[in-house]
């Protein structure tokens, strides 16, 4: 007869194999579309999970793509809402647009955010957005308001582009803008690096990376003189505000990011990861998950 060792290892297996099942729903039902920026730069969307739930709309960082919230996107617990993610311009499958401004102005951003939203036709959704996804959440809020949203979840999140703000790393940043082509594939792969305190399996990293590689050289170099209306976006908001950060953020300054954003806006709600760097949902991605289902139940009154 088996003993209990045995069956403890069946039940094991028997519950990754749900979780993997569970991925494979998530990705198998999950639709795509694409909207249109005022601008005229295509927006490609993807969204999955209940068409019915209560809708999250996640705005990746730099470099990033809906790739980044795949930790999200397969999670069993986040089914049973309306799962949105959209590629920024000049990153993934979206547009790559080569003018200067179509990226240092901050405004433009946000009606891409804002057309994602109406092209999905989703209702109050909470928006989630990661280190730069933060700043165009801010600059949404700023452009059209906390109206139409049920709340915003900031993750590692840009509030500025001040130096006291963000972590210094110069030269990553010099080999992100260059035209060598080593040079510039050898900054991403640094930059993506120190987004982890604890480094992804290689297959997460590998792809994260090629992923990165896809991001316009021209946006890298313009990015970093992108407007914020933090004032007017963060500091009006009035809908419930939630800021996450990882301990061992290599990439922004926790705590003056917190003062500053506190100074913005006194009534925002803020939890410090002590494992996480940079990406909280991917470094505690079951803890992140549970933390923003709660959220987003309490911002639709569940």
């Known amino acids: 007869m088996p003993g209990p060792l045995f069956f403890r290892c069946f039940r094991r297996l028997l519950a990754a194999a749900a979780l993997l099942l569970a991925s494979a729903a998530a ?8 909207a249109v920026a005022p601008d005229g ?20 960082g730099l470099l990033g793509s809906r790739l980044s919230w795949d930790a999200q996107v397969s999670s069993p617990l986040l089914q049973r809402y309306r799962l949105i993610t959209y590629d920024l311009r000049g990153h993934g499958q ?11 102005d901050g405004r433009r951003w946000a009606d891409d955010l804002a057309a994602v939203i109406a092209a999905s036709g989703v209702r109050r ?5 990661w280190s730069l996804g933060a700043a165009v959440t801010t ?4 452009a059209h308001g906390d109206a139409d949203i049920a709340g915003a979840v900031y993750v590692g999140g840009v509030i500025e582009l001040e130096a006291s703000q963000i972590a210094p790393h110069p030269e990553v940043y010099r080999g992100m803008a260059s035209s060598d082509l080593k040079t510039h594939l050898d900054a991403e792969r640094a930059f993506l ?9 290689t297959v997460t990293f590998e792809r994260l ?21 933090a004032r007017e976006g963060l500091g009006a908001m009035r809908k419930p505000l939630w800021l996450i950060y990882g301990a061992r953020d290599a990439l922004v300054r926790v705590e003056p990011s917190l003062e500053r954003a506190r100074r913005l806006n006194p009534r925002l709600q803020a939890t410090v990861y002590a494992a996480s760097g940079h990406a909280p949902f991917l ?13 987003i139940d309490a911002a639709n009154g569940r």
């Not at 990705?27 to 694409?34: E, K, N, V």
């Not at 969204?47 to 990746?60: K, L, M, R």
């Open 209 to 229: 990376l090629a992923n990165a590689a896809l991001a316009s050289p021209g946006m890298q170099a313009a990015v970093p003189r992108m407007t914020i209306a």
């Open 94 to 104: 979206s547009g790559q647009p080569t003018a200067p401004q179509a990226y240092t």
């Open 41 to 60: 730069v295509t927006l490609a969307i993807q969204e999955s999970g209940d068409p019915a739930g209560p809708a999250v709309v996640f705005v990746h």
């Open 139 to 142: 600059n949404y809020l700023a």
């Open 27 to 34: 990705h198998a039902d999950s639709r795509q579309y694409t």
């Open 193 to 201: 690096a120190l987004c982890f305190a604890t480094q992804p399996d």
């Open 283 to 295: 470094e505690e991605a079951e803890r992140f998950n549970r933390d923003l289902a709660g959220f």
């Open 125 to 129: 959704p909470v928006l989630v957005g």
